[in-house]
């Protein structure tokens, strides 16, 4: 017939205005013995939307000029250990995708979408270490991992915890700590320390006990050697004018503040002695 009613949609036809006669449905066949006079019945277009698993009752609002699609917030949906994605025209998520904010033309009808949930996903970042990027699914109880459960490793250094950021700003987790829901997917980064060594240094036929301190390492992982001012070693008649790794001489050579980079062990420089006056 071509005749429609904005913001709601066609149901019937029935022989009273109010719809207390008799009805006629749209596309069947009726014997019809004397002029009959068939008024449309109509319906208030309807959201209806439908939790799909989560908590919350299915909810109706009546669809008005400039409708957008509502959150789950609006209506207070949550589900365990899952988080909202959207809403979808199948309960499955094979229909069309809707999100919040959405415009929906007058559907004519009752249409209705359904909450799509995705589980709640803890992430595990190498940060640098070797290994690849490790997933699993959250779970009631939820223990955070060890470093050495997804067998990350980093050269030169140790793993100390993890963090909610790359770069440690955030809030640090520990193993076996229990997690609660991050209700989506929650990464945790890999946080690791240069393994220090230590550095001891010998007085090598000089007064004084030998000094050992762990190697601090600046931004380039350099430790910068000291100089006698902090051994303060004395040999009589000599003054100390560096320092060799072994004690013959027959080493490596390093002056006071000569970098030693990234060192992969413990370092043991032994005094230069120079005779005062001498060549």
Do not use: C
């Given at each position: 017939?071509g005749i429609?009613?904005?913001?709601?949609?066609?149901?019937?036809?029935?022989?009273?205005?109010?719809?207390?006669?008799?009805t006629?449905?749209a596309g069947?066949?009726y014997?019809?013995?004397?002029?009959?006079?068939?008024?449309?019945?109509?319906r208030?277009?309807?959201?209806v939307?439908e939790p799909?698993?989560?908590?919350?009752?299915?909810?109706?609002?009546?669809?008005v000029?400039g409708?957008?699609?509502k959150s789950?917030?609006?209506?207070?949906?949550?589900?365990f250990?899952h988080?909202?994605?959207?809403?979808?025209?199948r309960?499955?998520?094979?229909?069309?995708?809707?999100?919040?904010g959405?415009p929906?033309?007058?559907?004519?009808?009752?249409?209705?979408?359904y909450?799509q949930?995705q589980?709640?996903?803890?992430?595990?970042?190498?940060?640098?270490?070797?290994?690849?990027?490790?997933s699993?699914?959250?779970?009631n109880?939820?223990?955070?991992r060890?470093?050495?459960?997804?067998?990350?490793?980093?050269?030169r250094?140790?793993f100390?915890s993890?963090n909610?950021?790359?770069?440690g700003?955030?809030?640090?987790?520990?193993?076996?700590?229990?997690?609660p829901?991050?209700?989506?997917?929650?990464?945790l980064?890999?946080?690791?320390?240069?393994?220090?060594y230590y550095?001891?240094?010998?007085?090598?036929g000089g007064?004084?006990?030998?000094?050992?301190?762990?190697?601090?390492?600046?931004?380039?992982?350099n430790?910068?050697?000291?100089?006698?001012?902090?051994?303060?070693?004395t040999?009589?008649?000599y003054?100390?004018?560096?320092?060799n790794?072994?004690?013959?001489?027959?080493?490596?050579?390093?002056?006071?503040?000569?970098?030693?980079?990234?060192p992969?062990g413990?370092?043991e420089?032994?005094?230069k002695?120079?005779?005062?006056?001498?060549?």
């Open positions: 017939t429609a009613h904005p913001q709601y949609h066609f149901v019937n036809w029935n022989t009273q205005p109010d719809g207390s006669g008799s006629y449905s069947r066949e014997v019809v013995t004397s002029d009959l006079v068939l008024y449309a019945q109509w208030r277009s309807v959201f939307y799909n698993g989560g908590v919350g009752p299915t909810e109706r609002e009546p669809w000029d409708y957008i699609v789950d917030t609006d209506w207070g949906y949550a589900r250990g988080v909202f994605t959207g809403w979808n025209t309960a499955n998520g094979t229909g069309t995708d809707y999100t919040e959405d929906v033309s007058d559907p004519h009808g009752v249409f209705i979408l909450a949930w589980p709640s996903m803890i992430i595990y970042d190498p940060n640098g270490g070797t290994g690849s990027i490790e699993e699914r959250w779970g109880g939820y223990v955070v060890l470093d050495d459960y997804w067998g990350f490793t980093r050269d250094f140790t100390t993890w909610a950021e790359p770069d700003s955030g809030t640090y987790y520990y193993g076996y700590e229990v997690l829901d991050p209700h989506g997917t929650f990464t980064y890999a946080q690791w320390r240069p393994i220090l550095i001891t240094y010998y007085a090598n007064f004084g006990s030998p000094k050992n301190e762990r190697m601090t390492l600046d931004a380039s992982y430790y910068y050697v000291r100089g006698n001012d902090y051994t303060n070693f040999r009589a008649n003054k100390l004018v560096g320092w790794t072994q004690a013959d001489g027959n080493g490596t050579d390093y002056d006071a503040t000569d970098p030693i980079h990234w992969t413990d370092v420089p032994y005094a002695w120079k005779p005062v006056g001498g060549s």
